[in-house]
């Protein structure tokens, strides 16, 4: 990146932004993402910001419901991600419900056992999934035009996790394009290629022309 690229991209992002999320996974790939372009992102847990019942139906209604949490509390500009992981075999499971999906309080690890015991009789060439991205970025709380941007993921769902990186269900989503899981990439591999790192793109883009 040029110098001149560089600063004319501060010029028309810079500006504080809260992210209404509590995932801790999530907060270090949208630093890692927005870093470059001025964007100071803070996370919701530094404003004390009341976790809001993610109620929608869709991964959109559920951002749309963090972010104007987030915006609303801070009086700041606020970006969400709701995201997820779609099974073909399970019909769409777990999806909107991937962070609860072995109970309320479930962690990951708990989360992995269970979606590998649910597709237990399903046959490789048949564990295809996609991870999916909404993204949610409210100019204020009662803003009436969001930027909404979604993208998807393609892979399969492994038997046996693999690789220690990434978070949530990385261990078990193999990237056939890359040749590896989603836990054994590195960082600036995932964010190329995942669902949030394509996501965060096209959010970077429609912010420039947003602030243009
Ligand atoms: O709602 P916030 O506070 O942002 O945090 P959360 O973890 O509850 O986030 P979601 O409601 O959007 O649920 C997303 C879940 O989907 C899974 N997930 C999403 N993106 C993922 C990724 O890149 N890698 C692995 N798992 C992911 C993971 O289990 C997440 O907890
Ligand atoms: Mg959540």
Redesign the pocket.
Known sequence: MTDTLHENDMATTSQAVV?????A??LR?FQELLAPLGITLSS?ADHDVP?VE?TGLT?VE??LL?ARAASRHTGLPAL??????VVDALNGA?G??????SGEH?D?AA?NRKLLDALRDVPEGQRQAH???ALVYLRHADDPAPLIIQCG?KGDILSLPRGEG?????PL?WVSEAGMS??EMSRAE?NRL???GRAVAEFIDALKADNA
């Open positions: 992210l209404a999320s509590g995932n996974g999530k790939e919701q976790e993610e991964f559920n951002a963090k969400a991600d709701d995201s997820g992981l777990p909107i419900y991937s962070a609860r999906y479930a990951d989360n991870y999916w991205c993921w990434g978070f949530g269900y990385d989503f989603a836990a995932k995942s669902h949030r």
